[in-house]
């Protein structure tokens, strides 16, 4: 199998406060498709969508978060398993 050699765009990434978190659901597309939820993520200003199978999310409001995102249409959806919380390495053994 023969590969092109175009260089695939990189992925976006977003960094910000986790300002607020809109969960819409369950949703299911299609017969024997497991049920999801829709979470409209407000970072910075900027709206972005994650789907995912769990009613809440590892993050709450006031988090700084990190992700890798990309650009489909006009909405920005988040990538799976990329939504994280942004640990400082500067304050990251300060507590001990």
């Known amino acids: 199998m023969q590969r092109s050699f175009q260089k695939r765009k990189p992925?976006?990434?977003g960094r910000g406060?986790?300002?607020?978190?809109?969960?819409?659901?369950?949703?299911s597309d299609w017969l024997g498709m497991p049920d999801y939820f829709i979470h409209t993520?407000?970072?910075a200003g900027e709206e972005y969508k994650y789907l995912a199978a769990e009613k809440?999310?590892?993050?709450?409001?006031?988090d700084t978060v990190v992700f890798r995102y990309k650009e489909q249409g006009?909405?920005?959806?988040i990538?799976?398993?990329s939504l994280g919380i942004y640990i400082d390495p500067a304050q990251y053994m300060q507590d001990t």
């Open 41 to 43: 993520l407000i970072v």
């Open 79 to 81: 990538d799976k398993r």
């Open 56 to 62: 809440t999310l590892d993050v709450s409001e006031g």
């Open 17 to 27: 406060v986790l300002e607020k978190i809109i969960t819409d659901g369950p949703h």
């Open 74 to 77: 006009k909405e920005k959806r």
């Open 11 to 13: 992925k976006l990434e």
